[in-house]
């Protein structure tokens, strides 16, 4: 099976500080993604990359950046975290858009 | 536009009933069609999905989904619920053509009492 890592489960950063989100897959997807989930709004995509190098942005990809440097790595870098930053981040990969997505556990972070 | 509606935010069925959660979808062309379960603090896992043929496709879980083009509905049928079906369920669609994008449903929350 398919895994999808993210390195931490749970974060807590200081408003301003610039944040990482690491995710890495294991059985050479193409296709990687962001989202963020939060009560009410479902889930929203933040970026996404269907290549090494190449990025796309997603519906809400404001104050966010992201880095393919592997073909399985895939990071969401925060620029200077913001309490409206503080969700459920989660990332995906998949073969292509027939396959379904696979989703790491998700990191929840909070910005104080 | 395209959309994805679940029309019911909670349902709470009883051990051993049965479950139907409805999902309407609205997309300009055949799209891919999936559900996916959150339990708590998780992330989402694949349930089931359906690209075209038999309308009604089987999933993990004993879940099963029938497509209804004539509705715009997949709607995700369990016959019967286990205490640990209790979570989240997302219905999802995506283009079968071209296109990354996958739009997600708010979610149905299950609860399950004895």
């Known amino acids: 099976d398919v895994k999808v890592t993210q390195s931490s489960r749970y974060l807590v950063k200081r408003t301003g500080e610039k944040v990482f989100l690491e995710c890495v897959q294991d059985m050479d997807h193409e296709n990687m993604f962001w989202y963020r989930q939060d009560p009410g709004l479902g889930l929203r995509l933040i970026y996404f990359s269907y290549d090494v190098k190449m990025k796309e942005k997603g519906d809400i990809p404001e104050g966010y950046s992201v880095s393919r440097e592997k073909k399985e790595r895939f990071s969401l870098i925060l620029e200077s975290a913001s309490t409206n930053q503080t969700s459920m981040y989660l990332c995906a990969s998949r073969r292509d858009a027939g396959y379904g997505y696979t989703f790491g556990s998700g990191t929840r972070l909070t910005v104080v | ?114």
């Open chain 2, 1 to 114: 536009a395209q959309s994805v509606t679940q029309p019911d935010i909670h349902i709470t069925v009883s051990e051993g009933a049965s479950l139907e959660l409805r999902c309407n979808y609205s997309y300009g062309a055949t799209p891919y069609l999936f559900w996916y379960v959150q339990s708590p603090g998780q992330g989402l896992q694949l349930l089931l999905k359906y690209f075209s043929g038999d309308t009604l496709v089987q999933g993990i879980k004993g879940f099963e989904a029938e497509f209804k083009r004539s509705q715009s509905s997949f709607n995700l049928r369990k016959p019967s619920v286990h205490w640990s079906d209790a979570a989240e369920y997302f219905c999802a669609v995506g283009a079968q053509t071209g296109g990354f994008k996958t739009i997600f449903g708010a979610g149905t929350r299950l609860f399950v009492k004895a």
